[in-house]
């Protein structure tokens, strides 16, 4: 991060503004401090543990916040520390909420810095599995599981070259969207700024106004397949590489994704063909694009799509709660989950009508376990508890009930805008007190790490040997 921060200070620095300073001070300041820390601990085993490594998974995300608020809190702003902390913890858990209104008289460092903070952001869980595995060998793949959930076989021998995989396609899928934005008459800077935040499905965006500000359904178009293409599992593009490992995967959240992407923008363009006498295929390019955007949790907007109708606002609150595929960098309960509880629902089904007969629930050419019914059954209970008692803390902070509803599911499922005239597609979070930023932060990092990880750390038992 610290090696990052000379990049918006370049930008910068090219633009004569002074915010240069702030990220080099910043710069030089994190890689001091992280080189005494790697003095002093050089030479040290640490033997890995699960416990050490929920630690590591939440202490990282955490102080990688606080580390990426630092540019915001000093530069021109003028953020308090809640506000910078949220911006930064709304980046890198590519969640895409902000707090800064004005983004388009924004220094151009400061909004690749935003940016920065999501690609990272989008990566995170690969790229810190780089750096730890050196110390801690086989850690690698039980630390990505903990953030994806994603416990497929391994696809390469070393989990090293799965990481620099994944690594190479999220920077390659990058470059593409880079060149199909700029052909389509982005600016370089935006294309760069957007392709970053496309990819890490985070939705910060260079104008108030988000992808409305282009007036290009075109671009709609390259972006909604972008934000697809970032909701799949990474390791997709892998294995496609690999075709005899591809033949032998099935992965049925893929199709379910898809499906569900394409029969819900169907939907919402006819709604509005039929309510509101909106063309069709004009209809369908900006539904698709806002309902795959909330759906990926990205967050991109065209425009205020919650004063279409109240259908549409149902379309796009069902949405809120899905997320894309698990292994990507998409937020959301994921596809997979949906698709075993509906394997769960579908066995009890039958089990009513032949109350003896053995059946194995099987997701692709797995069986699904009791074990992992259990840990999909904990997520969903535990997404919609803490989305109860985060709507209360909000509430109790000031905010009205839908503010405080919308808000708390927005930041847990990491999707950016939520609903009403304060933080909807043509709002932000700036008006919030402290406090309500400081709740928004925590409800974001429990979304984005699948609150158990963080909740792990709270039971005194995780402590006891």
């Known amino acids: 991060m610290a090696g990052a921060m000379l990049i918006p200070a370049l930008a910068d620095f090219a633009s004569a503004n002074d915010d240069w300073r702030v990220f080099v001070f910043s710069a030089v300041d994190v890689a001091i401090l992280c080189s005494l820390v790697a003095a002093a601990t050089r030479g040290e085993r640490v033997p890995f543990t699960p416990r ?48 800064i209104s004005g983004l388009d008289a924004l220094p151009p460092g400061l909004l690749l810095w935003r940016s920065l903070l999501q690609w990272l952001g989008g990566i995170g869980i690969i790229g810190m599995a780089i ?27 070393r989990v090293n070259q799965l990481a620099a ?10 470059v593409l969207c880079v060149m199909a934005y700029s052909a389509l008459g982005m600016s370089v800077f935006d294309a760069v700024n957007h392709a970053m935040t496309t990819l890490a499905t985070g939705g910060f965006s260079t104008h108030d106004s988000s992808m409305g500000y282009f007036d290009d359904n075109r671009l709609l178009v390259v972006s909604s397949l972008f934000m697809v293409l970032a909701s799949l599992p990474f390791v997709v593009y892998i294995r496609a590489l690999l075709p005899l490992r591809f033949q032998r995967w099935n992965d049925p959240q893929i199709p379910v994704f898809l499906a569900t992407c394409a029969v819900l923008s169907v939907a919402l363009a006819a709604t509005r063909h039929a309510l509101n006498a909106t063309p069709f295929d004009e209809a369908f390019a900006s539904s698709a694009f806002n309902l795959i955007s909330v759906i990926t949790t990205t967050g991109y907007a065209s ?12 379309i796009f609150f069902l949405a809120m709660f899905l997320g894309g595929c698990a292994g990507s960098t998409a937020g959301g309960i994921k596809a997979n989950r949906l698709v075993i509880l509906f394997l769960l629902v579908k066995a009890s089904a039958r089990g009513l009508f032949r109350p003896h007969a053995i059946r194995r629930l099987r997701y692709g050419y797995q069986e699904v376990t009791p074990e992992l019914l259990q840990t999909v059954t904990l ?19 000031g905010l009205d009930f839908m503010t405080a509803f919308s808000g708390s599911l927005t930041a847990l499922a990491n999707v950016g805008p939520g609903f009403g005239q304060i933080i909807g597609p043509a709002g932000n979070f700036g008006k919030f007190s402290d406090p309500t930023l400081w709740a928004l932060s925590a409800i974001m990092l429990l979304g984005r790490l699948e609150i158990v990880t963080v909740l792990v750390l709270l039971f005194p038992a995780t402590w006891l040997d």
């Open 379 to 397: 997520f969903v209970l535990l997404f919609f508890g803490v989305l109860l008692i985060g709507t209360v803390v909000l509430t109790l902070l």
């Open 131 to 157: 750096l730890i595995l050196p110390s801690i060998r086989g850690g690698g793949l039980s630390l990505f599981h903990m953030e994806s959930s994603d416990k497929s076989e391994k696809i390469l021998p």
């Open 165 to 174: 995989g994944l690594m190479a396609a999220y920077a390659a899928l990058t």
């Open 52 to 99: 050490l490594g929920f630690l590591l998974v939440t202490s990282v995300w955490l102080v990688s916040a606080g580390i990426g608020a630092l540019p915001l809190y000093f530069g021109s702003v003028h953020l308090s520390f809640a506000g910078a902390y949220f911006e930064s913890m709304s980046g890198l858990t590519t969640t895409g909420s902000t707090v």
């Open 303 to 314: 425009e205020d799509y919650t004063l279409w109708s109240n259908a549409a606002t149902g």
